[in-house]
């Protein structure tokens, strides 16, 4: 018997006006792109306004994430929609700037930190399985997993729960913040003419001031408590009393507030985007449920060292950010004039590189919309790990949190299947959508049982 595929947005027709185009996109930019694209190496958007080429060919790919990244900088244009709430982050920067932010941030990321920040993390696991005990039965996953990371990132960086006051306000601020900034995929991967006005609803304004100044004053409180030596070893503590190696200068309140900005939106809204896919995926695929769960027993040790052994949750999660990655696209400006496959790049072209066409290439992967998580020991799946293969991005500029990610989301998914056996509830299948990660539609339902 062949097994069911896993969702996928159906693709538009082949042509469609431009207008049509903008409103299709709007909604979703996904289902906004035409079937072709997961079978090009390159493709050329051309409109009035503006012309973008989607990168899909691995050998491109590389050249502007790997070999170029600086004559590829990121698109001022995402910059856009974000700037409100994440000022000068490592995000959105670049040059010189970004080069200082990375150089005091990366150290507090590096493999040997990680087993540090590991309590924090099973902490944050344990809770969301306790909170889940209490629901049982029908349940939304995607609330549950973005409690649970928004949970992760807090005890990681600043070592406090997401019960805690000013971090259970900075959650529920970012929920609406979210619903209110419809226009941030548009922004960037559609460049407005400059003339447009950029809208921004009067609510997405307040939200964005109000999540800044609740993280000021977590910030302004940990520089305090540095300068009393009794800060906590933390995420928070480690950047902030970080020296650039080059220049001895450390990030002032209002720049670590631009970074904290960033690692709350940057680190949980993904992982909880792929911990939803992870779990419905499993509750799609019954026996690898009970591979991940037999294989979670491990965790009744609870040193870092249990992380090791998950090995099925790992393929498993991989597997799901090949099929649902987080960030499924990506763009960057042509700061010179370029020839890609025989074609003209005008300087300014915005370059959109898309994970999620690249991780469902019908010419480089097999079975490309099909799940497999034992695909990673084959050779075609080792090769596409290498080529085609870019949730976190790659290169200088790849995520800084793809480490801690790769730990955290086999971490949950082994915790939750440990305790749960989980089903599809609705008589509905997801459907992806991208917003500012892949989400469902209209939510992701399970049931959920003790084991
Ligand atoms: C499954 C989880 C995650 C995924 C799929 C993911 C994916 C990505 C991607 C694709 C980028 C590059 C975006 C671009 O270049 O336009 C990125 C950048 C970034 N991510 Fe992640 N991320 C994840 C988790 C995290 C976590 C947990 C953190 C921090 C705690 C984090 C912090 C960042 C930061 C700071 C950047 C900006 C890096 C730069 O531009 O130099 N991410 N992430």
Known sequence: MTQALPPKPPARPARVSLWRYVKLFRQDILSAQPARLYRAWM????????????VNQPELVKVLLKERPDDFPKSGRIAEGLKPLLGNSVFLTNGEAWKRQRRIIDPAFEGGRLKDTYPAMRAAAEAAVERLKERQGLVEIEEETSHAAADVIFRTLFSIPIEHQVAGQVFSRFRDYQRSQPLLNLAAFVPLPRWMPRLFRRGTRRNAEAIRALIAQLTRERMDAIKEG????????????????????????????????????????TSASALAWALY?????PDWQEKVAA??????????AAV???KVSRDVFRETLRLYPPVPMMVREAACPEQFRN???????????????????????????GFDPSRWQTENGKQCQR???IPFSAGARVCTGAGFAM???PLILSMILRAFRVVPAAEQAPVPVAHLTVRSKNGIWLQLARR
């Not at 800060?231 to 001895?248: F, S």
């Not at 995926?281 to 695929?285: G, T, V």
């Open 230 to 269: 009794t800060a906590p070893d933390d995420l928070a503590t480690k950047i902030m009393t970080t020296r650039d190696p080059e220049t001895g200068s450390t990030f002032d309140t209002a720049e670590m507030v631009d970074q904290v900005a960033i690692f709350f939106l940057a680190g949980h809204e």
């Open 308 to 310: 090791s052994k998950l």
């Open 343 to 369: 074609r003209d790049v005008p300087k300014g072209a915005q370059m959109v590189l898309s994970p999620w066409h690249l991780h469902r290439h019908e010419r480089l992967w097999e079975n490309p919309d």
């Open 43 to 54: 493709a050329e958007f051309r409109t009035p306004f503006f012309r973008s080429f989607l």
């Open 295 to 304: 294989e979670a027993e491990a965790l009744a040790d609870e040193s870092f």
């Open 407 to 409: 730990v955290e989301g």
């Open 281 to 285: 995926l499993m509750a799609l695929y």
């Open 387 to 389: 080529d085609a293969f």
